[in-house]
């Protein structure tokens, strides 16, 4: 079955850097699009970086240039690097991937960017 496993997250002050990683298993990786979310406490899950199978990247434009999606098939992870973090990015992020049809979600990492 498909699973994905979020981790990296944490406390950091506004200006600092973190780099989430989702470990994936059950499906192909090297084929698959992949993809981060983040969802703020009040606010509707928002999509924040894509990355292809071909590794071609798109970015929500609230994180265009500070954000990175990158994604290593030989570990079947994809990574998220986060710099010059501000408390508005703040959130819970999620990997996510669509296979055969279906989202899935992994549990999810808890970011806080805080003074």
């Known amino acids: 079955q498909v699973q994905l496993v979020e981790s990296g997250g944490g406390l950091v002050q506004p200006g600092g850097s973190l780099r989430l990683s989702c470990a994936a298993s059950?499906?192909?990786?090297?084929?698959?699009?992949m993809r981060w979310y983040r969802q703020a406490p009040g606010k509707e899950r928002e999509l924040v970086a894509v990355i292809t199978n071909t590794s071609n990247r798109n970015y929500a434009q609230s994180v265009e240039g500070r954000f990175t999606i990158s994604r290593d098939n030989s570990k079947n992870t994809v990574y998220l690097q986060m710099n010059s973090l501000t408390p508005e990015d703040t959130a819970v992020y999620y990997c996510?991937?669509?296979?055969?049809?279906?989202?899935?979600w992994g549990q999810g990492t808890q970011v806080t960017v805080s003074s």
């Open positions: 996510n991937v669509i296979h055969l049809g279906r989202m899935y």
């Open positions: 059950g499906f192909t990786f090297s084929s698959y699009f």
